[in-house]
């Protein structure tokens, strides 16, 4: 099943809320966008290449976070 726009923004927001993030910030990390989450909000429908590069920059910081928890976990 492919996620569609409305699953992308449940998605950001999720990702906001565990890293703590303003919606600016991920926007201009992920985008070079910083209105790129309030675009959305407002039912901005990006293309299919830009969600694989937001949702991209989202696992990598998920990957980030579980990478330091672990090494937390070990010290």
Excluded: C, I, Y
Excluded at 29 to 53: I, Q, Y
Aim: no cysteine; net charge positive.
């Amino acid at each position: 099943m492919t996620k569609t726009a409305p699953d992308l923004l449940e998605d950001v927001e999720a990702f906001l809320k565990r890293h703590d993030m303003k919606p600016t910030t991920l926007g201009r990390l992920a985008k070079g966008d910083p209105n790129f989450v309030f675009d959305l909000r407002a039912g901005r429908e990006g293309r299919s290449s830009t969600e694989a590069t937001v949702r991209d920059f989202m696992n990598e910081r998920d990957e980030q976070l579980q990478s330091r928890k672990r090494r937390a976990r070990a010290a």
